[in-house]
């Protein structure tokens, strides 16, 4: 079965929010196993979005939006629904019970006619009830296609599209099993994984390949198809197993587990520490960890020295090692490293200083020079590395080459 997002809103088209609707949505229908053939923003005004109803006509199985069903004159999609399919708004009456409950006993506000208009749905319509918010998603079917429509609101989306739209589109829609294993390898190149693995790829039969590097980090993800979702997991089962020794050592995961979650579970399980001193990567490294629930377990702490007096009087970086080695140098990641680990009292600490660009600032290194740190109870090392430019391309890899490097220290524990 064939299905298409179609997101609406200006705000998306100027680039005023970031969709992230669509990618939720586009996870689900593929659990569910249906081809997402396309995924298209579109502004909201009538004329285009009775368009983009009548374009995905007997083309797909599936098309669903989200957007555009507010209160507001500027939210018209549900009166376009209602054209497109010849059809009259009623009173949906428990819609008009629940915003009324939400209104006048939750928020102690009168309904205005703009409230009881989000109670009002085509005749046709079947109602998706959103305990959410006010506004509830519809479906309709014309010919071959079946619409769908949702709020634009994230949580609102979401708690109707699992409690409301998948149990239908289960109950109506029958698909194959479509199971994916993704595995994460660090510490090599897509180039050079495609040459190891040319035999097996030609061995994959009808096995699906995909390639997602980044990094020094690629993903390979393996999708199979069939009846049976037992019978599809031992495929892919048995096609991982028949991959080359020589590619085994990069592989950190078998499950699409994030490097950072393997950093941290291995924290939490032998109940050690971490904490950052940062300069170039300004926080991103400590945020990256303080951000996930229970971070108080394994995060002690983190500082963030950008500008070089503040490496001395924050961080206690001797001016005599900076005078020496300059600002971005492995000698001054060695101590901020160092002072990290003293300050916060944490079994590891993780430095970083470097000149992201586009200006070279406190220090003459070149451009993309970035300096890793890290010191434990028994030992400290730094690593330097160029990056080159742009400044976001810098420290996106100063990140994931600081991950790798953590995770390699741990490993050797």
């Given at each position: ?158 708690n109707i599209f ?18 994916h294993q993704t ?158 680990r003293r300050l ?70």
């Open positions: 079965m064939k299905a298409s997002i179609v997101t609406i809103g200006d705000e998306i088209l100027i680039g005023q929010i970031v969709d992230t609707n669509s990618q939720f949505i586009a996870n689900e229908l593929d659990k569910m196993g249906f081809d997402v053939v396309q995924m298209l923003s579109i502004s909201d005004e009538r004329k285009v979005i009775t368009a983009c109803l009548q374009e995905h006509l007997n083309k797909v199985d599936l098309v669903v939006f989200t957007g555009g069903l507010g209160p507001t004159n500027d939210d018209v999609t549900k009166h376009v629904f209602c054209d497109f399919f010849d059809d009259e708004l009623i009173v949906d009456q428990k819609v008009y019970e629940h915003v009324e409950e939400l209104l006048v006993k939750i928020f102690n506000k009168p309904l205005s006619d703009i409230n009881k208009a989000q109670a009002l749905v085509p005749s046709q319509a079947k109602v998706l009830f959103n305990e959410a918010g006010t506004a509830p998603g519809l479906l309709m079917t014309k010919e071959n296609t079946t619409y769908v429509v949702m709020p634009g609101v994230p949580f609102e989306m979401k699992q409690k409301e739209l998948t149990p239908y589109l289960k109950s109506c829609f029958k698909n194959d099993f479509r199971v595995l994460v390898l660090h510490g090599i190149g897509e180039s050079v994984l495609a040459e190891m693995l040319v035999d097996w790829e030609a061995n994959l039969g009808d096995v699906k390949l995909a390639y997602l590097p980044n990094f020094l980090m690629v993903r390979l993800r393996l999708t199979a198809v069939g009846t049976s979702e037992e019978q599809v997991k031992e495929t892919l089962k048995q096609k991982v197993k028949e991959l080359p020794d020589e590619v085994l050592p990069f592989i950190k995961s078998f499950d699409d587990t994030d490097i950072l979650d393997l950093i941290i579970k291995s924290l939490i399980s032998t109940g050690k520490s971490i904490s950052f001193a940062e300069s170039c990567t300004g926080g991103r490294l400590a945020s990256l960890f303080s951000e996930r629930p229970g971070a108080s377990q394994y995060f002690k702490g983190g500082v963030v020295t950008y500008a070089t007096e503040s490496k001395v009087d924050v961080l206690g970086v001797r001016q005599k090692t900076i005078d020496e080695y300059t600002v971005v140098s492995e000698a001054v990641a060695k101590e901020m490293a160092i002072n990290s916060f009292k944490s079994d590891y600490a993780v430095s970083t200083t470097g000149n992201a660009g586009p200006s070279k600032g406190d220090s003459d290194a070149t451009l993309g020079t970035v300096c890793i740190g890290i010191a434990t109870k028994d030992t400290i090392s730094a690593f330097e590395f160029n990056f080159g430019q742009p400044r976001e391309k810098v420290l996106n890899n100063a990140l994931i080459k600081g991950l790798q490097l953590i995770y390699s220290e741990i490993l050797k524990k």
